[in-house]
């Protein structure tokens, strides 16, 4: 039977992975069961549901307590998790290295990365925490491997360029995605989604492309993924890196916007990150709560508005803006 489940139930689930302590774990819980449509296809998942609220009031947070899967855990940062994933020698550790402050060790030999690496990468100063992992294409997976791609708000499939085993790569790296229940196609419409499934963006990307060969290697590999982008990246000459990076933020949707205070120029170093659609009064409430409920209008910079023409709080800001907050 179909689970039906809603855009609201999507939603509390979006916000239970995102959420940064068990209080918010808790509060998106309790909406996830309160919207998730009561039959007999949704039982388990409602068993699920209640057993992990019921955990959670019993840990209290407090360490030892029964919410988390052993393994080691990633604490969340920046405005989206990038989780790289595939097989060993593509430069995942190296990307790291080269973009981050993260000194995952980077070696000529498959499988020195041992543990989840984080480093926050600048993405055109959006700040976006890239995870690193050890390679899924082998024979021996590590269990928290999975828990780690599961919660991911984009993974990043980083493929060999330089090695002749490339589609193999490909076709297993899908594979344990598909084992881990992952998709990275476009999703279905809610009520057509598997709730096991986890959706989730991808972009795929071509490492060592400066390697002899490498050019070949893509242009079969193009042929072989359908429709699909794959960026070529080297970093060794760094060629590609950029345009990797745009995909990612065009990817995950996300937007710029920065704030202005009356009678100063903009702050242009440091925009308020936000996903697209998000409107003046969602920029605000990033910035303080307070701000949001007492704000009456705002001034608006930007492509599409008249320099400082007033906006109100339900205007749908766009990457670039600049706003000036009045209360
Ligand atoms: N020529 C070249 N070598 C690279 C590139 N990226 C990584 N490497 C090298 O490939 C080897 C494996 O890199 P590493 O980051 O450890 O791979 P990982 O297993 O995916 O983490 C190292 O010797 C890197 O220096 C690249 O773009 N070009
Ligand atoms: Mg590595």
């Not at 973009?99 to 041992?114: D, G, H, I, Q």
């Not at 989730?200 to 242009?219: N, P, Q, S, T, Y």
């Not at 242009?268 to 969602?282: I, K, M, Q, W």
């Amino acid at each position: 039977m179909p689970a039906n489940l809603t855009p609201q139930y999507f939603d509390a689930e979006e916000r239970y992975r995102k959420a940064r302590d068990d209080e918010e774990r808790l509060e998106a819980l309790r909406e996830m069961l309160k919207t998730i449509p009561k039959h007999k296809g949704t039982e388990k998942l409602q068993a699920d549901l209640k057993k992990k609220i019921a955990e959670l009031r019993a840990g209290g947070g407090k360490k030892g307590g029964a919410r988390r899967a052993s393994g080691p855990q990633v604490e969340r940062s920046g405005a989206a998790q990038v989780v790289l994933v595939g097989p060993p020698n593509s430069g995942k550790s190296r990307l790291l290295v080269e973009l981050s402050a993260a000194r995952p060790e980077v070696a000529p030999w498959p499988f020195t990365t041992r543990t989840p690496t984080p480093g926050i990468v600048d993405a055109d100063k959006i700040p976006l925490q890239f995870v690193d992992l050890p390679p899924v294409t082998g024979e021996w997976l590590e269990p928290w491997i999975h828990e780690i791609v599961r919660g991911a708000d984009l993974l990043l499939v980083l493929l060999d360029l330089g090695s002749d085993e490339l589609l193999e790569h490909f076709e297993k790296v899908m594979a344990v995605l598909a084992g881990f229940h992952v998709s990275v196609d476009p999703p279905p419409p809610p009520e057509e989604r598997d709730p096991g499934t986890r959706y989730l963006k991808g972009v795929f990307a071509g490492g060592r492309a400066d390697v002899e060969g490498a050019g070949e290697r893509l242009a079969i590999l193009r042929e072989v993924i359908g429709g699909r982008e794959v960026s070529p990246i080297s970093l060794e000459t760094r060629a590609g890196v950029p345009e990797l990076l745009r995909a990612i933020v065009r990817t995950l949707d996300l937007i710029r916007v920065y704030g202005k205070e009356p009678g100063k120029p903009p702050d242009l170093r440091e925009p308020f990150v936000l996903p697209r659609g998000s409107t003046v009064a969602d920029v605000a409430r990033a910035i303080h709560k307070e701000l949001a409920e007492k704000l009456r209008f705002a001034r608006a910079w930007g492509e599409r508005h008249h320099d400082g023409q007033s906006v109100g709080r339900d205007l749908v800001v766009e990457d670039g803006d600049i706003l000036e907050f009045h209360d």
